[in-house]
């Protein structure tokens, strides 16, 4: 079993800055792969940022490549997604999952956080 808490969700103004943190435990074989995906309202659930614990390995949506960054921490337990420029149509929930592998597709992850909300204002 893997545990995902999210954090650091909020409301702030366009242009402005967030960073998320995701703690996980439990097993790491089943977490492997950590990935960032995010619903507005009326919408699917997408893909925003991914990242292998050793850190070789990360993939961004066209959206949000050159204003966000995905990163783990040494001790592989938080992962952070930093989220500058923020602009309205980044508003959603933003969920943190876990799967086996590194990947773009949330089928292949297994494991979901309960999600945090940010709200970015125009």
């Known amino acids: 079993q893997v545990q995902l808490v999210e954090s650091g969700g909020g409301l702030v103004q366009a242009g402005g800055s967030l960073r998320l943190s995701c703690a996980a435990s439990g097993s790491t074989f089943s977490r492997y792969g950590m990935g960032w995906f995010r619903q507005a309202p009326g919408k699917e659930r997408e893909f925003v940022a991914a990242i292998g614990w050793s850190g070789g390995t990360r993939y961004y949506a066209d959206s949000v490549k050159g204003r966000f960054t995905i990163s783990t921490d040494n001790a592989k337990t938080t992962v952070f997604l930093q989220m500058n420029s923020l602009k309205p149509e980044d508003t959603a929930v933003y969920y943190c999952?876990?799967?086996?592998?590194?990947?773009?597709?949330?089928?292949?992850?297994?494991?979901w956080g309960q999600g945090t909300q940010v709200t970015v204002s125009s």
């Open positions: 999952a876990a799967g086996r592998v590194v990947s773009t597709n949330r089928r292949n992850y297994d494991y």
